[in-house]
């Protein structure tokens, strides 16, 4: 019974998440051909090489078609990108088409592009995918939280546009365009369709921007015109945190712009036990998928075998179901989900002793 549930809130949560693009197709041939599918992987910085290494451990158990061309994040910044990220880096992943991103920090203050705001304009990852679902057998304060937030991922506060008008005074450019916010809205809508989604909810604060919110709005509406079969609604950011807080049921696919998301997609891995068990998945023009841990790289614990690769593991997963690799994609997830629930090898995060090489093996084991 339990498996049967964790299988229905896998399919329902992140089978297929790029639905519509032939890529997936293109790879499986290449896998069922036995093929090894190359991908970029940056294990990234703190605890990202440690559970990286879960994900190699966990991948060759399984026995996945996937070759691995790992790129680690330089000491100097490279000219090309304005930031550490070399931009061979970024041609394995245009080359490739499909990578796993670990946790990347990037030093407060400094006069450097932040290494995820490289990955995002240089790659055009326009929309960020996070399922949201409660996980059978880790009990939280909800039971019943079964959502998508799916994030403009290109502009809006964080197209990194700052300067300092006079001394004492900066200013910060919010930058809202017609094709960026009809882009995510058509990818929110189509994602509801292709997965048996009811409602999509524009999340915004046109009450105040009215201008650059108010255009994001005005083409979730034209998108919403298209699919008259989903139920379209707008909610307040505000209104928004406190109704997924009282029940977030209420919910089903949220689309939002890219500082909004950010909160939001925070908030939702709240209700199931934070960012240590949501995957995600960047989603690009050109058939682009970059799956990515978007907790931080946490270098206090770095080194130490006490990481929680459960992130970057269910992330792997829905790189898999890109490809089209579905029965792979489905025995690793049961894997990480049965041994959350056995809860005899949980992680410190989980309320566990287990280390990480220990959480790992449990994972194999159940493989």
């Known amino acids: 019974m339990a498996s049967h549930i964790m299988r229905r ?16 197709r ?31 451990q966990v991948f060759k158990v399984a026995e996945v078609p996937i070759e691995w061309e790992e790129h680690y ?6 000219p090309r990108t304005q930031s550490f990220l070399t931009w061979e880096s970024l041609e394995s992943v245009r080359r490739n088409k499909v990578g796993l ?16 705001l490289t990955l995002r304009k240089e790659l055009n990852l326009y929309a960020n995918v996070r399922p949201c679902y409660s996980l059978p057998g880790y009990k939280t304060k909800y039971d019943d939280v079964d959502l998508i937030t799916i994030r403009e991922n290109t502009e809006g506060e964080y197209s990194g ?29 189509h994602y509801a369709k292709t997965h048996g989604r009811q409602r999509v909810s524009a999340i915004h604060k046109a009450n105040i921007m009215q201008k650059t919110d108010g255009l994001f709005l005005k083409c979730c509406r034209e998108v919403a015109e298209k699919y008259p079969d989903i139920v379209y609604e ?4 505000d209104n928004c945190c406190m109704m997924l807080v009282k029940n977030p049921a209420l919910f089903d696919v949220l689309v939002m712009p890219n500082l909004y998301g950010d909160i939001i997609s925070d908030l939702c ?4 036990g934070g960012l240590g068990l949501t995957p995600s998945c960047n989603i690009g023009e050109g058939g682009i998928a970059l799956a990515e841990a978007v907790h931080g790289s946490a ?11 459960t992130a970057l593991l269910l992330s792997s997963v829905s790189m898999l179901r890109h490809l089209d690799l579905h029965e792979k994609a489905n025995a690793i997830q049961d894997a990480i989900l049965n041994t959350i629930a056995e809860g005899k090898y949980r992680t410190g995060d989980l309320g566990g002793r287990a280390t990480t090489a220990e959480f790992t093996k449990a994972i194999c084991d159940h493989l």
Request: charged fraction near 20%.
């Open 26 to 56: 293109r790879f499986g041939s290449a896998a069922a051909n036995s093929d090894l599918i190359r991908a970029t992987l940056f294990p990234g910085d703190g605890i990202g090489p440690e559970i990286s290494e879960s994900v190699k």
């Open 269 to 272: 891995a709240g209700l199931i």
């Open 73 to 78: 994040v330089g000491t100097d910044i490279d």
């Open 299 to 309: 270098p206090d614990i770095a080194g130490k075998n006490l990481a929680n690769p």
């Open 234 to 237: 707008e909610v307040v950011i």
């Open 9 to 24: 809130l896998a399919r329902r949560s992140v089978t297929g998440i790029l639905t519509g693009d032939n890529l997936g």
């Open 161 to 189: 546009l700052e300067h300092q008008v006079v001394r004492g005074v900066v200013e910060s450019l919010k930058i809202i365009t017609r094709q960026a916010s009809l882009r995510v809205a058509e990818y929110a809508f």
């Open 101 to 116: 991103k670990g946790p990347m920090a990037t030093p407060i203050g400094k006069g450097h592009r932040s290494l995820n």
